[in-house]
Structure formats: structure tokens, C-alpha cells
């Protein structure tokens, strides 16, 4: 069985073919830039060297005929026929609280998706693009929507909710929701095999850091809390997104500085120039951030610092949440990628049983892995996430189950 997972953003369509009884990657790409003059279409196949050429692509429509026209290619194509691909994945970044587990695509599940329009403007319309492309160019293949909130959904409501009145929850849906669930839940799953226990027998808290970031306070196989919140600006200080602030800055800066009176200056301002970013005045990138701090760049350093202090203190307190924790995670790319992070985050936590082998936390590796001492009680992991198998597997059980 082949599933296509398909990730489609405001300006681009990523995408990853999957032969499901290996479970292994047959061909994947992107098209990026769609509507700009410096749009590329990117593509690999398994035994294949990357290749990578400007393209012209006006809209979805045209980056998913590319795509599939170089999947069925007669001498380089991954497939003959478009009816190889049993079912084809979605990724949605947010549900509201329309969707919450993965779904069959149908007329009413799109209105359901237009009906989130509004609650992640920056990601939901590329979303609903790019089903509509990809059900043209393979018309009658079934269509499955994964949510990336999906998986917080077991969040109880004194954890989900904010303490606004009432009626914002009820009238407006303004709640936590979560983001990175699908990492979250393949990370989880991953940690609880390294165990060797079922996961309805462990405690993990999940770090997924990379450009944004969020934790996960995962209990028996289901979250009971995670850093994001209504949107994935709340939460640990990311690459230029500022996390949590005191909510009370926004009206004062409403009042100190008309240009602040626009809610766009507002959204531009916290989750594009701040973070990393807005605090070494460098970039958002944390390689750059740990060269400029090694280069003894006091701003980088407090940034440095900063991300992995907001990053300790949610450890702890889901370590609190929780009442103790079998494994501390780390995935994405800083998660995965980042000694000096991981090292930093870890360090005087003993007091509750979590303890770094320093050795092994610098040794190169992009394997699954456990950086903790043998007398840690909390095994520290590094597991590489994959959130595009997660959904193939999950548009096979959905189309499966059903
Ligand atoms: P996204 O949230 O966009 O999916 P990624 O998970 O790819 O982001 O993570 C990107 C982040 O990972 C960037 O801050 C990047 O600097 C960081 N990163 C990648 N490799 C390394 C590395 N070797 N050392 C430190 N940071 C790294």
C-alpha cells in the first residue's frame, strides 16, 4: 500500500510518498515560492541524488500537477498509475475544536475546515488549497486530514482553558489547543518502545524544539498539558516568537505607540521579531545564536539562556503535573541537533532525577538515542521525529477503521 502525505502551506507544497509495508520514504519533495518569481520544486527519490530547479507555479493547482507529473514520469516516476496511492494525508496545523481526531475528507468536512479559517489565518487557507488541488489532479483517491491539535485533545478543561469569562470559550473558542501533536505522539510511542513498556505504563515529557518549540506532558499515552496554547505563540521562547509575556504588555503598547493599534504590528512583532531573534538582535537560527555565543556575544548568550531556562521550567513543572517522569525527550532540530542546549536545559535537575551523561550528549548521531547517566531516574532520549510517517500511518488505520 502507498500513502502520498501531503503538507501544504500558504506558498508551498511538501510531500512524501510512503510504501507502508516498509513503512520507508519511496519519493519526497517541495515546491516552494508558489506565485513568486523564485519558485523551486526540490525532489528526491530513494537512490537518487537530490534535484532541484526553478519552476513557474502560480497556485496549488499548478504545484500539485508538477508533483504528481513527476511521480508518474515514464523513466524516473515513483509510480504508473495515480490509483498506486491508496489514500493520501493531509497535514492541518490546527482543528479548533471542529476536528478532534483525524477525519475522511467529504463536502462537509471541507466547510468544516473553511469554519477554521479565522482561528489560524496563516495556515488553514494554504491547507484547503491544497486539498482541493491535490482531489483534482488525483480524483477518486480518499483524502484523510491529520490535526496537529489532534493529539492534545485528552487535555483535561482546567488545563485547556484560560481564565477569561466564560463566554469567550463558549462564543469564541478561545482555549489551548496545542500544536506539534503529531511529533509529540510519534516521539511518545517511540520513547515508551526504548523503554520497553507499553505506553499506557509510562510518564514522558516531550521537548519538541526547533524554529517554534512546545512541550508535552504526556500521561499513560495521552497528554495532560503542553506548552502552546490558542495559537503556537504561547509557550518557551522560540526562534523569533517571544512565548509567554505577561498579557498585560499588549495594551500598554496599544497605548504608549499608535502603530501598535493594528493587531498585525502586534502578530508581526511577537512572532516574527522576537524570541531568539528580538533578543540578540542576530537571528532566530539557534547554530548562529551558539557560534555568536562561543564568539562571547553577550546577547546571544542571554538569549541562549533564556530559550533554555523557559524550556527548564516547563520540565519541571510537568515533572510536577505528572508527579513524576519516566523519560525527558528531545526532538526537532534543535532538540535533536544541539548539545549545548540539551546540556544547559538538563543541568541541576537532579533534584528530580533527571541527569545528563555529558559524554554521550556531545557524541554525533542522528540515531535514537539515551544521553542520561545509568543511575538517572528519568532516561533522557533523543529521538529524530517523524511527523510525516505518523500521518501515513494514521490515513492507512482511518482509511482502514475508517
Ligand atoms: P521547524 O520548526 O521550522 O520545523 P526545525 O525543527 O527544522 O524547525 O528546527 C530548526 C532549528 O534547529 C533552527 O533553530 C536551527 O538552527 C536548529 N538546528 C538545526 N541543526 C542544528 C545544530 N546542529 N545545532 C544547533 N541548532 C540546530
Known sequence: ?????????????????????????????????????????????????????????????????????????????????????????????????????????????????????????????????????????????????????????????????????????????????????????????????????PIEQTKIITCHLGNGSSLAAVEYGKVIDTSMGFTPLQGVVMGSRCGDIDPAVIPYLINMNKDYADPEALNVLMNKKSGLLGISGLSGDMRTIVKAVAAGNKKAKLAFEMLCYSVKKYISAYFGILNGADALVFTAGIGENSPSVREQICKNLSAVGIEMDVDKNNEPSSSERFVSTESSKVKIMIIPTNEELMIARESKRVLTNG
Open 1 to 197: 500500500m502507498k500513502v502520498l502525505v501531503v503538507n501544504c502551506g500558504s506558498s508551498s507544497v511538501k510531500y512524501t510518498l510512503f510504501e507502508m509495508d516498509s513503512e520507508k520514504k519511496i519519493a519526497w519533495g517541495i515546491v516552494e515560492c508558489i506565485g513568486l518569481p523564485e519558485a523551486y520544486y526540490k525532489r528526491q527519490t530513494s537512490g537518487s541524488d537530490e534535484q532541484k530547479d526553478s519552476v513557474k507555479v502560480t497556485n496549488h493547482m499548478e504545484a500539485a500537477e508538477l508533483i504528481i507529473k513527476n511521480l508518474m514520469a515514464p523513466e524516473t516516476g515513483s509510480i504508473k498509475n495515480i490509483d498506486e496511492i491508496s489514500v493520501i494525508g493531509h497535514r492541518i496545523v490546527h482543528g479548533g475544536d471542529k476536528f478532534s481526531k483525524s477525519v475522511l475528507v467529504t463536502e462537509e468536512v471541507k466547510d468544516g475546515l473553511k469554519e477554521c479559517f479565522s482561528i489560524a489565518p496563516l495556515h488553514t487557507p494554504g491547507h484547503y488549497e491544497g486539498i482541493l488541488a491535490v482531489e483534482k489532479m488525483l480524483s477518486g483517491i480518499p483524502s484523510v486530514l491529520v490535526f496537529d491539535t489532534a493529539f492534545h485533545q485528552t487535555i483535561p478543561d482546567y488545563a485547556y482553558m484560560y481564565a477569561l469569562p466564560y463566554d469567550l470559550y463558549e462564543k469564541d473558542h478561545i482555549r489551548k489547543y496545542g500544536f506539534h501533536g503529531t511529533s509529540h505522539n510519534y516521539v511518545s510511542q517511540r520513547a515508551a518502545a526504548m523503554l520497553g513498556k
